[in-house]
């Protein structure tokens, strides 16, 4: 069993930046692809990025390309998704999520999640 928390999410003015961190505990991550995800009020969760469990492989929504990055500390159990160029349209609860073997797009196919961290970017 994983447990995922989300942290760094916040109120920021469009332009500007943020990191999120998604700290497991529980196993380590390394045995696992790991995801964000985002779900805007009345929207349905729609991926944001991914990575693969050694580091080597991302990918990222064409919404978010060239603007977020997503990145992992193996040995701090961590995933985080930096976060620049902010618009009011990312506006949104971000997920964390984890599966194992490779990565996907697919929200189904992760097997944990976390609670979500708040993003909300002002015009």
């Known amino acids: 069993q994983v447990q995922l928390v989300e942290s760094g999410g916040g109120l920021v003015r469009a332009g500007g930046s943020l990191r999120l961190s998604c700290e497991a505990s529980?196993?380590?991550?390394?045995?696992?692809?790991m995801g964000w995800f985002r779900q805007a009020p009345g929207k349905e969760r729609e991926f944001v990025a991914a990575?693969?469990?050694?580091?080597?492989?991302?990918t990222y929504a064409d919404a978010v390309k060239g603007r977020f990055t997503i990145s992992r500390d193996n040995a701090k159990n961590t995933v985080y998704l930096q976060m620049n160029s902010l618009e009011p349209e990312d506006t949104a609860v971000y997920y964390c999520?984890?599966?194992?073997?490779?990565?996907?797009?697919?929200?189904?196919?992760?097997?944990?999640w976390g609670q979500g961290t708040q993003v909300t970017v002002s015009s």
């Open positions: 529980g196993r380590t991550l390394s045995a696992y692809a």
């Open positions: 999520a984890a599966r194992v073997l490779w990565v996907v797009t697919e929200a189904s196919m992760y097997a944990y």
């Open positions: 990575i693969s469990w050694s580091g080597d492989s991302t």
